[in-house]
């Protein structure tokens, strides 16, 4: 009957419609992808429609499929508020805690204070997620994010959380030419405000870490956030503001103890980095040389 629907299979509904595929569905719930196909399946049998074509090409959305999909995500909302508030409740420090922040800041930023977060709180598990994409706090596909944002953007306003820091960022380098990023008239748009605006461009690496290495082999130079270039590269400007450093999560959770003391345990580690995010950490003859070109 229609008034048992199994909120599982409406999951999964709404997956396949936000995904290119079925398996990319199952990826994103992470369920096997014939698990997958059989509750969408029963979903099907218990409407008695036929939600999608299955075609060589994958599944397509029948005409009742998006009829349906706004009444389900009306569902879906309220199962996550549901949640939200059942897990902002719970008074125990335990748990996961599922963390989206961008790879650049676990790994040279705040891995030390991951692991030290972990090691003072055994009974909360953290669970990684490096992503630079805006993973979506309200269908809790994260309890928290650690966002970079740029100029000066805000977070969203139903977002709540605090701004940690300021990273700051610099050129990087040896040899006089540049690494782009993009290539062509893209790249020189920001080039041509640098000291070295006639430099030539040498392809291009859409990539911190493809151009971090690429610099500290000598092929050029790089326009990185301080924390992440040094003292691996040579700095030939002074640090400018770069992007503010968020840690974020959705309202009905700012109560939940263990996502409290996360967010204030990483607030404080990034004020604590203060010197390294703004490029301070270098003495004697590591300091900047900007030399201008002749």
């Not at 503010?244 to 309202?251: G, R």
């Given at each position: ?21 079925l ?5 994103k719930?992470?369920i ?15 409407l ?8 060589s ?5 029948t005409?009742e ?15 996550l508020s ?6 902002a409740a ?19 930023l ?18 990684l ?8 706090l ?9 966002r ?5 953007k ?13 990273a ?26 640098t ?5 030539p ?36 400007t002074?640090?400018e503001?770069?992007f ?8 009905d959770?700012?109560r ?10 990483m ?28």
């Open positions: 009957m229609i008034d048992d629907l199994d909120w599982d299979h409406v999951r999964v509904f709404l997956a396949t419609m936000r995904s290119t595929s398996r990319q569905a199952a990826e719930l992470r096997s992808h014939p698990t997958a196909r059989r509750k969408l399946g029963a979903l099907e049998q218990q008695g429609l036929r939600l999608f074509d299955r075609r090409d994958g599944l397509h959305p005409l499929a998006a009829d349906l999909q706004a009444a389900a995500e009306e569902v879906e909302r309220a199962m549901l949640g939200r508030v059942a897990q719970d008074p125990d420090v335990r748990g996961p805690i599922r963390v989206t922040l961008p790879d650049i800041g676990a790994t040279d705040l891995m030390p204070d991951l692991v030290r977060f972990t090691q003072r709180w055994p009974d909360i598990e953290l669970e997620m490096p992503s630079y994409d805006l993973v979506s309200d269908r809790r596909e994260a309890d928290v994010a650690v970079f944002m740029t100029g000066g805000l977070p969203a306003e139903h977002l709540t959380g605090r701004k940690a820091g300021t700051y960022r610099a050129i990087y380098g040896e040899k006089d030419e540049w690494i782009g990023w993009y290539g062509g008239d893209k790249d020189r748009e920001w080039i041509d405000k000291p070295f605006p006639d430099f461009i040498r392809g291009a690496m859409s990539s911190g870490w493809l151009q971090r290495s690429a610099c500290a082999a000598g092929l050029g130079l790089t326009r990185l956030p301080c924390f992440f270039a040094e003292p691996l590269l040579k700095r030939r002074e640090p503001p770069a503010d450093i968020w840690v974020l999560v959705h309202p959770l700012r939940s103890p263990r996502l409290r003391l996360f967010r204030d345990e607030v404080a580690a990034v004020r604590r980095l203060k010197p390294r995010l703004e490029g301070r950490a270098l003495r004697g003859s590591d300091a900047p040389s900007a030399k201008a070109h002749t």
